[in-house]
């Protein structure tokens, strides 16, 4: 199996969806893509100790998706070599009373990462122009001052909020937060199986909704909204990744290398040097703790 360039899915240009494949044609069983899997996790694992350490960068890695895109199932494969204590996953769901009484990117702010550690946003700030431009009524939910009806939303206002993301992205990376954004990209037909196998699986009913069957009738709009969303919000300090999703192992194992390849690329995170005073006396303080035996 041909190794991954994180070039060959990251978004440089302007791209159409419909032009981009939602599986790779590649020759390797599963048994040989969970291998090279477990190759990277490892890896990741022990960059994520030494970034602990060094405690100057957190890495917040946002995955986006339609329902059933495996983001769920990639949070637990990728991640599960991780210390607990240095990967926090947040997954953002309808806002609740105390989250609409502060704007839209509030909660989000909260759940960035410490120094040291990953933050996995399962689903991102980038509800806010996507499921709200399919519903603008949810707008109305934020109790916006200028915003009295759906009528009121203009396309100014989602040109303004996209631009509100790249300024967010671009505040946090200047502070030290490596972004990393992911698109999941599914075909409507692995949607179509992925939802009957829900349901036909008696262990797999409960992550049946039928708003997923309500908002499948959107599908249109979500891909016409995914692009312009990356389109206008991918950028060199947060870009995205298009990830194809019709084959999970294979996502999961090309999101593993892409964050392995680029967090490769920050050689100042190394674990920090004992302080010269120690060092000079590290054979006196074996010596003490010796003697206690």
């Not at 060199?236 to 990744?241: I, K, L, R």
Request: proline share 4%; with cysteine.
């Amino acid at each position: 199996m041909k190794s991954i360039d994180p070039k060959n899915f990251k978004v440089v240009a302007p791209i159409r969806l419909a032009d981009i494949p939602t599986q790779l044609d590649v020759d390797a069983s599963d048994d040989a893509k969970e291998d090279k899997l477990d190759g990277v996790r490892e890896k990741l694992s022990e960059l994520q100790d030494v970034m602990y350490a060094h405690n100057r960068y957190g890495v917040l890695i946002c995955l986006q998706g339609m329902d059933t895109s495996g983001k769920d199932s990639l949070i637990r494969e990728v991640f599960k070599e991780f210390n607990p204590r240095g990967v926090v996953v947040s997954s953002f769901k309808t806002p609740n009373s105390t989250e609409l009484e502060h704007d839209y990117l509030w909660r989000h702010y909260l759940a960035l990462p410490e120094k040291g550690k990953f933050a996995i946003f399962n689903r991102t700030h980038y509800e806010n122009v996507l499921v709200t431009r399919v519903h603008p009524e949810y707008i109305l939910n934020e109790n916006l001052p200028g915003i009295e009806s759906v009528a009121d939303i203009t396309p100014q206002f989602w040109e303004n909020r996209m631009e509100q993301m790249n300024n967010f992205e671009k505040h946090i990376t200047q502070n030290g937060t490596i972004v990393m954004k992911f698109y999941f990209h599914l075909s409507k037909n692995e949607q179509r199986k992925r939802l009957l196998r829900r349901l036909e699986k008696e262990e797999h009913n409960w992550k049946f909704s039928t708003g997923d069957l309500k908002e499948r009738g959107f599908w249109d709009e979500y891909m016409k909204y995914y692009e312009e969303a990356i389109n206008k919000t991918a950028t060199e300090n947060a870009p995205w990744y298009i990830i194809p999703a019709d084959d999970k192992d294979m996502a999961r194992y090309i999101v593993a290398e892409i964050i392995w390849q680029e967090m490769k690329q920050y050689t100042d995170i190394q674990e920090p040097e004992l302080d010269e005073k120690v060092k000079k006396n590290i054979e006196e303080y074996k010596a003490q703790l010796e003697k206690e035996e």
